[in-house]
């Protein structure tokens, strides 16, 4: 096992080695970096949801928001949940000036409910996390269980320590 581990950390360290490399070269030979275009998974334990206000508020929200990128590149990653929040402000074309569509899926009693929102106003508060939301498809119950939220695309440049944040486009795709 632990030979495995030894393995599998070698790997990893010379994979970003790397991509590391390459990276660095591209901006040596002065080309613009390559661009991804990264999904976001966010799950808690809970939710509420304020009609008056349309504040959704995932209560137990997990510590970590996972992101993932579509082919060609297929990468996946972990982040903070508290690094993901100021990602929403940051750069030209940002969630704060262009906000992200999300699926809100619940699992109610056995069966799968999915909610189409525009999310808006990330707050974290401890282990909640609420967002201001326009509905644009579904209703909302006033409170829920298992939640997960998957977050549409934001673009970011795929260096080798990539997080997802800035530089959003409006098509799915990567380029190079």
Partial sequence: MATRRKFLAGAA?????LASTKWNRARAAGEAPKMGEFLF????????FD???SKLTLTGISPITVYFTDR???IAGNMKTAAFI?????????FKSDPPNADISLLENGALTQIIAELQEPALNG???SYTIKVLKGEVPVKANDVSVFIDIIG??????SFAGVGRRS????YW
């Fill in 72 to 74: 060609p590149e297929r």
């Fill in 41 to 48: 998974v966010q799950t808690s334990k809970g939710m509420t």
């Fill in 171 to 174: 098509y799915r795709r990567a």
């Fill in 86 to 94: 100021p990602f929403w402000s940051e750069g030209k074309d940002s």
């Fill in 156 to 161: 970011r440049p795929l260096t080798p320590m």
């Fill in 127 to 129: 282990d909640d996390l």
């Fill in 51 to 53: 009609k008056g206000s």
């Fill in 13 to 17: 360290v010379a994979t970003s080695a």
